[in-house]
């Protein structure tokens, strides 16, 4: 083997229904193997600055990476890339299932699809064989229902189908794209993207499992996780109680954002949405994607309400559509998930949406005559229902908050802005800065808007000094501890910083940050490192790994800055500086001057203009992106 | 164990005879983890800018690593650091040999030395106990002599013994500290500091080796290196040939410094000092250092002149007293580089200095009357050889050439400034920058004047993709290719920076370029993080020790930065930038603007002020050395 494989590239010409191959050359993939940053590596040359996200000039990118498949937990996520809708920066999203592992099987790195087919199409792969079928008969239908009809029209059901469902189709700006009916590439919209390329789904044969480079070696690695399954109780509980497990905790805490974020604890519900009460009543099964031994996807079943073909809801949606609507009960909350999965919707954005109109509605900022007589206070679980289903249909008031809280607080009116609890347009996810400032700054700072998968939270540097936790921390240069983590010092920051870098490798090899993350207990950094190099024979490091994570965020930079992103729009919602008036963490923000601080020193270790918090010409060089600089484009950027 | 074990340390109050111990506790220890950075560390808390290196105010600081001493090659190198009275930086000076391996068996990771002994002194060290006893019968005595002495005094043979020769004494600006006789803490003037503070020598007796942490997995790597050995024939050769084996392929591409830099190729004599030459005619045996099982150590012998005791030259010492100064005769250099072994001088700048004098002699720059009579030609073996002792002593012309080119050249003249081959005061080694303009990059912003081990060679970007040295080197980030090694671009810029901060990690963890090396084809990046785990249970990764590397760079920077160093002290000589006259390399030159656009990106990548080429105060933050910006001394920083 070479220094690094070469690409396969599929490229799928919608508007004059062509589809041509290519190969990236090894020296060239192994700057952006794989992901989120090849990906990027193909959008980045073409996009010209200033497209609409909904025009047949945006590209819709599809990418795994060359580790895809192997038989090893954590290791099939499928990562999309196109000018995002929602936020207008790069949009950048990831879930896992099978199909990643199956797309990669047919030997394919990444599909670009470029303009926009005139009618629904969908496009099916069988190994080198690649084809547009008609969709005319799937447009419109929920997810399941177009599962089952392509897997009739195709007479095979060893498929793997991504597909958006009405909500892509009616252009919510937080439309996903699902697969499995309950695995979504959730956030920045990339479902409507799809939909505005008249692209109802992808569909993949199943293939043949990838071998390892050095089987051996490999498979001693694979089956060290079974071993740490067994010897530690986080990772069986995140197996037993799903992500809804934490929901609890930061409750008593008081830090489960409610009720729009008015409050960090929820003592009227925390209770009936946590992830054992799930557990206890209406869980069916745990599921797993391709390879993993984790199985900490939720299956839930309520007859005749809840289908367990749908999933369930993780934290994030138990809280989205749950606390932040101040919705006490499981059912509805589980039911709303069933529909976000159904529609193809985001549920941490709809949930969010909801709960801002909510915050609206009881501020009288809208009445019923804008809510299609819906009475929206906070609580009422039949109206957040009913909104999810408006929402991906844009019925009524389900138009305007298909828009995303942003772009609603600013039709409704300036008192309203404040409410939307966004950055860069994008609804904050369940993870309060108060309590952890080091992902509030990547909130702020992300180049795609607020995400809390994007770094490593700050509790884990409450963990003892020998802890597995830190240890594995202090393999990315990281290893100050902390007896309260609201604290944010220099220290802090290149934790936000460093680990950003490492939850970016993550989403560019496309791995579970569940088991490969820099602080998780399955995997580390120097097991990642083995990965490479036992399923791949790639010779690398962790040092080289970091700097492909940083390439990634850099380029992302690099884009949003062309479409004129700045400094301003690295800010978080106000009511983040403002203290809980009740609860256990009354009295408790983020100090504003201290994360004006941060966010300084932030832009200084990442090498970013002072003034305009885009990447220096010498941090792009740094990361071998000095050919950025010889195009055009760069005339633009505001150096 | 927490995450890294505490430090040992010893301080020796000279002037007050005083002897005390203390702790530095493992959480600090770990972010300055032994050699030059703990010194560094240890250094920078108390020294004063300003200070003379020949006061008692300077601090001699002998380090080694947490791991020094485990049974593995390439581990035993002892570092010495203070303010150097050669270039007035930072001083900086490592050294292979028994010495280092034992002074850690005692239980010791460093020793500070302060003040100056009123007379003569020499520390002695028996685990726990440490004694200063008399060196009154020691001063004087050539190194040989000394050793003799003090193993009769102590009565015991089971001892190692680092000291000074009388070029230490003498307070020679490039005096040496030697252990062994042949082993030496060449550069940077080490030894004129330790006789600034009457201190002779440092003995250690002999302690037991330490033990790996998993005894079974370091074993495994361990004897990994006899396979590589046998598998390896660049190995094979540099243990069969020693270093001095390069000598005839420099001379063959041009690139041999011949007759003070004026050429590079000697064709009158590269033939006769080449190290198969020296295989094949005076090498006696092969000599090796703790544990290590390359055995690249020359000893040579010739009866009635050379001495097996002062084991044998190196391919610098073979260049700086052969080529530099236009000598034929292996004999002379063998002889010459004994006399240096004998009274303590480092080779290369006392070469160096013998053939700037050369060369200002033959320009009538100076004359018989300045050179006590010595007819001082290129080629004159017998004045090189006398100008040799002549130095040690300060004896007539040796007076001034004890203080180097630099500030001889300032003494005889205008004309004869551009005659000293120096950066930042210390004469260049035997690498040209023509040939390797990442080495002369480096050469020019290196924190302690010119050196080339202080990154990795740009050849080795010319080997084939899939060999083992550009794998290597991918490992760290660096992997593009080059048919031409004479470019320098913005990758090698970052290969130059990158491999620089690897370096400074090999001299921090006290490990053997030739062993541990980047590109070396024994261990490499990923076996150094194996012997971190296996050896100390320190769960590292490269990133970890690329922070520590590039850590280590910026502290020097820094202290230099209080001393008034700026961006005006990082150049190479006027001589680089004119091309050659003669040889294979004719026409050949360093493209000056190529240059300066190198360095400029150099310092954008280190984070240093454009202006003043100072860290800026985030880099030193990103690097946690925040702590620096709250001394009162930063405000004299030019920022």
Not at 292 to 321: F, M, N, Q, S, W
Not at 338 to 361: K, P, R, V, W
């Amino acid at each position: 083997m070479n220094l690094f494989p070469d690409a396969k590239i599929l490229d799928v010409d919608l508007s004059n229904k062509e589809i041509t191959t290519r190969v990236l050359a090894g020296e060239i993939y192994r700057l952006y193997p794989g992901g989120s940053t090849l990906g990027l590596y193909l959008a980045i040359q073409e996009m010209e600055p200033g497209i609409d996200p909904l025009s047949p000039e945006n590209m819709l990118i599809f990418s795994v990476s060359a580790m895809t498949g192997l038989p090893i937990s954590g290791i099939s996520r499928l990562n999309v890339t196109a000018k995002s809708p929602l936020t207008g920066t790069m949009g950048d999203s990831q879930a896992g299932g099978f199909f990643p592992a199956h797309l990669k099987a047919n030997g394919w790195d990444a599909i670009v699809f470029r303009g926009k087919a005139e009618k629904p199409l969908y496009l099916y792969i069988e190994g080198d064989k690649a084809e547009l079928k008609d969709a005319k008969n799937l447009w419109g239908k929920v997810t399941g229902e177009a599962e089952e009809i392509i897997r009739g029209e195709i007479g095979d059901k060893e498929v793997e189908i991504a597909q958006i469902g009405p909500a892509g189709e009616n252009l919510v700006k937080y439309a996903c794209i699902i697969n499995m009916c309950n695995r979504a590439n959730g956030r920045n919209g990339m479902g409507a993207v799809m939909g505005s390329k008249n692209l109802k789904a992808v569909v993949v044969k199943k293939g043949k499992a990838a071998q390892a480079f050095d089987r051996e070696r490999f498979q001693g690695l694979a089956k060290s996780v079974a071993e740490r399954l067994r010897e530690n109780e986080t990772v069986a509980g995140l197996g037993k109680y799903g992500t809804d497990g934490d929901l609890e905790g930061f409750h008593q805490e008081g830090f489960l954002p409610t009720k729009n974020w008015t409050t960090g604890y929820f003592p009227e519900g925390a209770n009936n949405i946590t992830g054992m009460t799930m557990y206890e009543s209406i869980l069916k099964e745990r599921d797993t994607c391709y390879a993993c031994a984790v199985r900490c996807k939720r299956v839930v079943e309520i007859p005749g309400v809840v289908d367990p073909l749908y999933g369930g809801p993780e934290y994030e949606t138990c809280a989205t559509l749950g606390s932040y609507c101040g919705v006490t009960s499981l059912e509805a909350v589980a039911f709303a998930n069933q529909l976000c999965n159904m529609y193809g919707l985001d549920t941490i954005s709809c949930g969010a949406t909801i709960s801002f109109a909510m915050e609206c509605y009881e501020k009288g900022l809208i009445n019923d005559k804008d809510t299609d007589g819906l009475i929206l206070n906070f609580g009422n679980h039949e109206a957040m229902t009913a909104l999810v289903e408006k929402i991906a249909k844009r019925e009524g008031v389900g138009d305007l908050l298909a828009e995303g809280s942003y772009r609603a607080a600013q039709r409704i009116g300036k008192e309203a802005i404040p409410l939307s609890m966004s950055v860069k347009g994008q609804e904050l996810p369940a993870h309060m800065p108060q309590f952890k400032p080091a992902v509030g700054l990547i909130y702020a700072v992300n180049p795609f808007g607020a995400d809390h998968q994007s770094s490593e939270h700050d509790v884990f540097l409450m963990m003892p000094p020998d802890s597995r936790e830190r240890r594995r921390l202090a393999q990315i240069g990281v290893w100050k501890g902390y007896d309260n983590p609201s604290v944010i010092d220099d220290e802090k920051v290149r934790f936000a910083f460093d680990s950003q870098k490492f939850f970016s490798i993550l989403d560019t090899l496309c791995l579970c940050q569940f088991v490969w993350g820099p602080a998780w207990e399955l995997y580390g950094p120097d097991d990642m490192v083995d990965l490479c190099k036992y399923g791949l024979g790639w010779d690398t490091s962790i040092y080289e790994l970091m700097l492909v994570g940083e390439r990634r965020i850099n380029m992302m930079r690099y884009f949003n800055a062309r479409e004129g992103f700045t400094k301003e729009d690295d800010r978080l919602p106000q009511r983040i500086f403002e203290p809980f008036k009740d609860g256990p963490s009354k009295g408790i923000c983020v100090d504003k001057e201290d994360f004006e601080k941060a966010k300084e020193l932030y832009y200084e270790l990442a090498g970013w203009d002072k003034e305009t918090g885009n990447p220096t010409e010498s941090t792009l060089r740094k990361l071998s992106l000095g050919w950025l600089l010889e195009k055009d484009q760069v005339e633009s950027l505001a150096y």
